[in-house]
T-cell receptor
Framework: SQQGEEDPQALSIQEGENATMNCSYK?????LQWYRQNSGRGLVHLIL?????REKHSGRLRVTLDTSKKSSSLLITASRAADTASYFC???????????FGPGTRLSVLP | DAGVIQSPRHEVTEMGQEVTLRCKPI?????LFWYRQTMMRGLELLIY????????DSGMPEDRFSAKMPNASFSTLKIQPSEPRDSAVYFC?????????????FGPGTRLTVT
């Protein structure tokens, strides 16, 4: 079964609004990553958060990690139409280089 | 750096034919991953290599699938014989462990259609 599960499966918001996506996982991890995939493209790494970190920022992105709840969230502030994409969380397997990707959240930002 | 390079970008073939997908990882990366993405099953890891050695191939669907990495700059994923259910987008990704960097860099993918 998949390690990470994103929620919601799909999200539609207006430009300028904030978008929040959640990821839950089952077993202990060393780190968790978020990726973006534009339609017809490969995945692009957004941000990595380690198990000893609680929050991380990168531009308009904010990621939180709660290891006690085995969950993470990705917040995109002041969304733009260009943020329209699928977003995936990925958790490491056995603390190695192998990651398991969740099914993703499809974000639509309407102009 | 040109990033991860995959070829071909699109492949249409008939059932029963052999298909070979190619990947050139980012120079200096010591991990290479092959994924398959479909609407039904999402992104699935097929196999990954470390320093050209296959580490985990448990995701390879069946014996019709095989992957090789003869050197640090080239890998192939072969399907023989191909079946319609193999239709998917196949991604290659690479990563490097120097400095503890784990993010994977994905290629643009190969869209395979088996008729």
């Amino acid at each position: 079964s998949q390690q990470g599960e994103e929620d919601p499966q799909a999200l539609s918001i207006q430009e300028g609004e904030n978008a929040t996506m959640n990821c839950s996982y089952k077993t202990s991890i060393n780190n968790l990553q978020w990726y973006r995939q534009n339609s017809g493209r490969g995945l692009v790494h957004l941000i990595l958060i380690r198990s000893n970190e609680r929050e991380k920022h990168s531009g308009r992105l904010r990621v939180t990690l709660d290891t006690s709840k085995k969950s993470s969230s990705l917040l995109i502030t002041a969304s733009r139409a260009a943020d329209t994409a699928s977003y995936f969380c990925a958790t490491d397997v056995d603390y190695g280089q192998n990651f398991v990707f969740g099914p993703g959240t499809r974000l639509s930002v309407l102009p | 750096d040109a990033g991860v390079i995959q070829s071909p970008r699109h492949e249409v073939t008939e059932m029963g034919q052999e298909v070979t997908l190619r990947c050139k990882p980012i120079s200096g990366h010591d991990y290479l991953f092959w994924y398959r993405q479909t609407m039904m099953r999402g992104l699935e890891l097929l196999i990954y290599f470390n320093n050209n050695v296959p580490i985990d191939d448990s995701g390879m669907p069946e014996d019709r699938f095989s992957a090789k990495m003869p050197n640090a700059s080239f890998s192939t994923l072969k399907i023989q014989p191909s079946e319609p259910r193999d239709s998917a987008v196949y991604f290659c990704a690479s990563s490097g462990t120097r400095g503890g960097i784990y993010e994977q860099y994905f290629g643009p993918g190969t869209r395979l259609t088996v008729t």
